[in-house]
């Protein structure tokens, strides 16, 4: 426990000395009265993929008892469309353990995230986060394992080209200043969420940048380390919220769309998964990928035509899932492979110790590289709304344990070589294919809606409103209809340029 504390970037961390787990009312009270804090801030997801905020200003120890206690109403019909007008106050609870000190404030300010609660004081059966604990929930009663994740949160930032040192069109991966334009902004990104409560493994420029118009667009990316998911939903969301506010400050233009425009690189948002049980990671044995894990991958399998239903929520969505492109649009995994839905990648699976051999003078490490080993979801983009993206993934890999024959699925979808080169073209065409548009995804989600609302996960008003939404899109030709008319698509990117 102590190694959570030592050396945490999250202020009332450090100065409550305990880890966010254990956050209670009182730690937050002792924080704001010791700390000269002023405002306090709700902040909740909306149908719409974006966090709310809800201001209180401090008028008395009485009062900010009350808040934190009791939380505020809302209303619930301007923030979900499932909602009616005439019932629709809601209440919104704070959740100690997301706490953390607003950078962008002004006056002296903590912020949490909420839960949503009704009218008789239950948990909102629809509300996203409440989605995502059922499905963990769910999983672990199924499998007696808790399922973690975390995602790698690609964006453009898109500022006036001042024409120095140009970047290599569309080989932007790992680049270095100068060449790189933002770096400091995605380290100033990066250090603001890890003060937020963010745990971060790295972040990099990405393959992505071009010049247009007289702005330079460069890709980046933000990657986080495997947590519950609850919570890797819940840092996803307070990280996009912190690179879009700075980006503001800055002044410059972010966005996380799927599709930034013709022949360029989209944005991903592909979902790491690891199993864990007892501390310890099930997705290897013996050095090999485990039968836990084939079986995860043989749910999202079965599965994948729907988890496009939370993942790639608009038309742009299906401009980026294309062939012969990094995003994926056979439903199969494989090693380290990049043309694949699931990817198993480099798990340091390796005996040597590079440590040693990079650093002669030091001793063995003994380090337990299992830990490392997760598996990767590669068809969502930055479109999807998190919480019900990474509440289908858990359903999806907790039906790979309850499918009759799981490792017989993982067998016949594996494949080892680029299904996009010619001569795999007879691997390619025994494949199933991803949904390619809004329309034909709303379709797969009608067929498989019992396997997300069994164990009463997803609401069936929450998949009716999905399954509504996307095909309100009345997208079905929209990638024929747009084919070789650049004009059109440049104004489709433009109208969800700011989507999730």
Known sequence: ??????????QLVAFLEKPTSQFTKADIISYIAQNQI??????????????????????????????????ERVDGSSLFPFIEAGSSDLYVVPRFRTAFVD?????????????????????????????????????????????????????????EDEGMYPATDQRGYHESAPYAKFNEFRTQCMAYIAQAGGQIKYGHSEVGNFVLNGYVYEQNEIEFLPVHAQEAADQLMIAKWIIRNLGHEYGYNITFAPKITVGKAGSGLHVHMRIMKDGQNQMVQNGSLSDVAKKAIAGMMVLAPSITAFGNTNPTSYFRLVPHQEAPTNICWGDRNRSVLVRVPLGWS??????CIANPLESPSHYDTTQKQ?????????????????????????????????????QKTYVNVNIHQSENADKLHSLAHLPDSCAASADCLEAQRAFYEKYNVFSPAMIDGIISKLRAYHDTTLRTDLKGNPGEMVKLVDKYFHCG
């Open 1 to 10: 426990m102590e190694k959570e504390i030592l050396m945490s970037p999250n």
């Open 38 to 71: 002023q405002m306090v801030n709700f902040m909740y997801p909306a149908a719409d993929g974006r966090l709310k905020t809800l201001n209180f200003v401090i008028n008395n120890a009485d009062y900010l008892d009350a808040i934190l206690t009791c939380g």
């Open 103 to 159: 950078p962008f404030a002004e006056q002296p300010t903590v912020a949490m995230l909420c839960s949503f609660f009704d009218k008789d004081g239950h948990p909102l059966e629809s509300a996203p986060e409440y989605t995502l604990q059922k499905a963990c929930n769910a999983f672990k009663e199924v499998t007696g394992m808790e399922f973690q994740a975390m995602g790698e949160l690609e964006y453009y930032v898109i500022s």
């Open 350 to 355: 390796s005996k040597a110790d590079m440590c």
């Open 374 to 410: 997760t598996v990767e979801m590669r068809s969502p983009d930055g479109s999807a709304d998190i919480y019900q993206l990474l509440a289908g993934l858990a359903v999806a890999c907790r039906h790979g344990f309850e499918e009759p024959h799981p490792l017989d699925i993982a």
